[in-house]
């Protein structure tokens, strides 16, 4: 379920990537048989009807400005989410997240032909809930998964990247048939179908579980042993978490992969559109590639460091950095060959495709490692990696939207500027790791007993004395 989950995510969130392509009203203004197009005004937002189907006329600015709304809401409710996903439980956020977003989508459609900004309070609305969504999978992963098999668990959460790679080719060619409307209806529902299954058939802990045998029950809480807390809620204990390193590292190299994440999943279908003057069809097959690259990475990778961890191969700690490194290294490597050759078709779509296929590799590395250093606190942590990545996401769409704004969406000079920021910050985010980086249970994690047992004997000393 957690990883149909997260396939659905996914479809709810880059939907409008493929469709926004097709909401939009161009004119032909070249006669050759590849189609350049100019917004129709772009001073003047206003809804036409061409070829039977409605758009808008939305400056390049107006539709990244849409794009990057969707993490206004997202960067909400990141620490929230993971955090209330430590105090109710992760099957309440998670469900009740998924329910309301697929919900939202279904009106998309409809707040598109109301106003410009109705769709836009919708995206910023759908981002909200989904920004719970993610900080609230480690929480459960923390009573749920024993600790050597984490990193395939968080293999799931990639899933996402094949949620894309599935949507952005169906919504294509349901785009090409239907219309872009389609796409929005087709997600939403699904959507919605995967929320009810998932509060039927997913419980919160192996013991509150129905239908769980006595030996798997007895094997997962035994294996969990006392690294996480299922008894009471924790308070978080902020100071020492926020002037730990290796909580830095997680924050700093996930803020700066996941914003060439978002750059490319947001970005891809526009850029296959304007620079390589692929059809709707082949726009969407071809997008979809990098992320289906990228999921078999992810559970590759996740089975590799499981294996190396549970022989004694690798430490925890020199696990997460090898496979960190090599997640992000790979892809600023390819974006920085993407300035000379991002204009080649073939090109082009293989340094896309090879970048986010290497990108998987980060399930073994960073993305668990909050579960490594203080699994009682995991939501939070990958709630406050997760907050700070948001602003990337926004800041990227706003950056792609300002150098590319007008005709020079069709020019390849700005692209090459936004493949040199995302060389950069791949780079930096492996270092980081690097440096500060380990797989260590921080002493944080866990309640000291000794304190404990010291404030029981003060709240005992009055009780002596009545006594003697």
Not at 14 to 29: E, G, S
Not at 54 to 82: A, H, M, Q
Not at 171 to 187: K, N
């Amino acid at each position: 379920m957690v990883f149909f989950g997260f396939m659905v995510n996914y479809m709810l969130r880059v939907n409008l990537n493929i469709a926004i392509v097709d909401m939009i009203y161009h004119t032909n203004t070249n006669g050759s048989n590849q189609t350049h197009t100019e917004p129709a005004n772009v001073s003047i937002r206003q809804t036409v009807v061409q070829d039977g189907q409605i758009r808008f006329t939305w400056s390049e600015y107006d539709k990244n400005f849409l794009v990057g709304s969707f993490f206004w809401g997202y960067l909400c409710t990141e620490v929230p989410g993971g955090r209330l996903a430590e105090i109710v439980g992760a099957r309440r956020v998670f469900g009740y997240s998924m329910l309301l977003a697929s919900f939202s989508t279904l009106l998309t459609p409809l707040a598109s032909k109301i106003h410009f900004y109705i769709i836009v309070v919708l995206r910023v609305v759908i981002g909200f809930m989904l920004g719970a969504t993610w900080p609230a999978m480690h929480p459960m992963a923390a009573k749920w998964i024993p600790p050597n098999e984490r990193s395939k668990f968080v293999s799931n959460m990639m899933a996402s990247s094949l949620g894309a790679a599935i949507t952005l080719p169906i919504c294509g060619f349901l785009i090409d048939l239907i219309g872009w409307e389609s796409v929005f209806y087709f997600t939403g529902l699904v959507g919605l179908i995967w929320s009810i299954l998932w509060f039927v058939l997913v419980f919160e802990t192996p013991a509150t579980h129905p239908r769980i045998t006595v030996e798997e029950k007895e094997y997962i809480e035994t294996s969990i042993g006392f690294t996480a807390t299922n008894h009471k809620v924790l308070k978080v204990p902020w100071l020492k978490m926020l002037l730990s390193p290796c909580v830095w590292a997680i924050i700093i190299t996930h803020a700066l992969s996941v914003f060439g994440y978002f750059t490319i999943v947001n970005q891809l279908p526009n850029y296959f559109k304007n620079i390589l003057h692929f059809d709707i069809k082949k726009n969407g097959i071809l997008s979809s590639l990098p992320f289906l690259g990228k999921y078999v990475t992810a559970l590759l990778s996740s089975l590799l460091a499981d294996y190396l961890r549970t022989t004694d191969r690798m430490t925890t700690t020199t696990t997460r950095k090898v496979f960190t490194t090599f997640a992000l290294l790979m892809p600023g490597f390819m974006m920085g060959l993407q300035i000379y050759t991002g204009e080649d078709p073939i090109f082009a779509v293989a340094m896309f495709t090879l970048a986010l296929t290497f990108n998987g590799a980060v399930t073994a590395g960073y993305l668990g490692n909050g579960l490594d250093i203080a699994p009682n606190f995991s939501g939070t942590i990958f709630g406050l990696a997760n907050t700070l990545s948001s602003f990337g996401g926004f800041v990227s769409s706003h950056i792609v939207g300002v150098l590319t704004d007008g005709d020079k969406v069709r020019h390849f000079r700005p692209w090459q500027y936004v493949f040199m920021v995302l060389t950069t910050t791949y780079t930096v985010g492996a270092i980081v790791f690097l440096i500060f980086g380990t797989g260590q249970l921080q002493p944080w994690n866990t309640p000291k007993i000794s304190d404990d047992v010291e404030l029981a004997k003060k709240e005992a000393e009055p009780l002596k004395k009545i006594s003697s």
